[in-house]
């Protein structure tokens, strides 16, 4: 039976985050031939309707309130709300990101929908959608499912592939209007200060070097973004070595941090705390580099290196140049 679908686009800088378009392929299998409508907020929506279009949409609301541009807790739930009673929708799909964690679980309740969160993955069976989702910090998986009514889930990134672009398809366009009283919006954002690296963003990156207190100082970092510049990596720290000063809370993971999931994640002087492999366990390789035999790290890791990081790293950094300038 066919769905309606909607998919609220995750946008960041202007761009389409990359769990956008994974929400368009969770979208497309559930809609089973139904429309898949993308919402995009901001000033900047109309440039990202052919992209949207490509991956997997069928019809495009743009909501070009220039307010929008940043996201706010008040303006964004707004335009959500007004999206959804417009659309009707029988599935919501958005990033488990720091936007959608914050904003979905408000208009679920709101419009009394019912809710999952962090999903990894979203299949068919018996003519229902079934949600799977890690619970006890990555430890199990649960499977849901819902009787009826309409369904708004997160995705977590970098679970559920993107389509493949088809550059023929053509999404039918349509702007959304929506007025946000000043009154009802009780923060402005008036600049961003950004403290993190402006590189690769590490929630969605398909390789992230992480660093622990192994690394020793704000300055034993550098040898693991030698590493991320030639890999095209994301660089991640545990709380450690957060709360030691060496680097940004940004740049935490764990369960109180980011919860990633790339193809590649290389642990540097981590020893591999409960808190942290909640952040990273679900890595599809592992690879981990701790001068102490005995660290937690390597009973998860799919490859281990015993050594010191600041004598294994750069010879990785060597040898990963060479293996790419002889591609």
Same mark, same amino acid.
Do not use: W
């Given at each position: ?27 497309t !299998?559930?809609?089973?031939?139904? /429309?898949? $409508?993308? *919402? #995009? ?7 990202? /309707?052919?992209? &949207? ?8 609301i ?12 008040d =303006?964004?739930?707004?335009?959500? @709300? @007004? ?18 964690? +914050? ?12 809710? #999952?969160?962090?999903? $990894?993955?979203?299949e ?15 430890k199990?998986f649960? !499977? ?5 009514? $309409?369904?708004l ?8 592939? =993107?389509? %493949?672009?088809?550059?023929s398809?053509?999404? /039918?366009?349509?702007?959304? %209007?929506? %007025?946000?009283?000043? +009154?009802s ?5 008036k600049?961003?200060?950004? @403290?993190?690296?402006?590189? /690769? ?32 990596? *994301?660089?991640?720290a ?5 709360? *030691?000063g ?21 642990a ?19 690879? *981990?580099?701790? !001068? ?7 009973? #998860? ?7 010191? &990081? ?10 990963f @140049? !060479? ?5």
């Amino acid at each position: 039976m066919s769905k309606n679908v909607l998919v609220l686009a995750d946008v960041r800088d202007g761009e389409l985050r990359n769990v956008a378009l994974e929400c368009l392929a969770a979208g497309t !299998k559930a809609a089973e031939g139904g /429309v898949v $409508t993308a *919402a #995009v907020f901001g000033s900047q929506g109309k440039q990202l /309707v052919e992209k &949207l279009s490509h991956f997997g949409a069928d019809q495009v609301i743009v909501v070009p309130n220039p307010q929008l541009d940043q996201y706010t807790t008040d =303006a964004y739930f707004q335009a959500f @709300k @007004k999206v959804v009673e417009k659309v009707n929708p029988d599935i919501i799909f958005t990033g488990h990101t720091a936007f959608g964690r +914050d904003v979905s679980p408000r208009v679920a309740a709101r419009l009394d929908i019912g809710m #999952v969160s962090d999903c $990894t993955d979203v299949e068919l069976a018996d003519g229902r959608l079934i949600f799977t989702r890690p619970i006890y910090a990555g430890k199990a998986f649960v !499977k849901k499912a819902f009787k009826e009514g $309409t369904i708004l889930a997160t995705l977590r990134p970098n679970n559920i592939p =993107a389509l %493949e672009a088809d550059t023929s398809r053509s999404a /039918v366009v349509e702007e959304l %209007e929506v %007025e946000l009283a000043a +009154d009802s919006l009780r923060t402005l954002v008036k600049d961003v200060v950004r @403290k993190a690296s402006d590189g /690769v963003d590490l929630s969605e990156a398909r390789i992230v070097i992480s660093g622990g207190r192994g690394v020793k100082s704000e300055e034993g970092f550098q040898p693991l973004q030698e590493l991320a510049e030639v890999l095209g990596a *994301a660089v991640g720290a545990s709380r450690g070595a957060c709360d *030691a000063g060496y680097c940004d809370y940004g740049l935490q993971i764990g369960q109180t941090g980011k919860v990633v999931t790339p193809d590649l994640y290389i642990a540097c002087g981590i020893s591999g705390a409960i808190q942290h492999l909640a952040g990273m366990s679900n890595s599809k390789v592992i690879v *981990a580099i701790n !001068k102490d035999p005995e660290a937690s790290i390597f009973s #998860v890791a799919d490859y281990g290196i015993v050594g010191d &990081l600041f004598e294994v790293v750069p010879l990785l950094t060597e040898e990963f @140049k !060479k293996a790419l300038v002889e591609q």
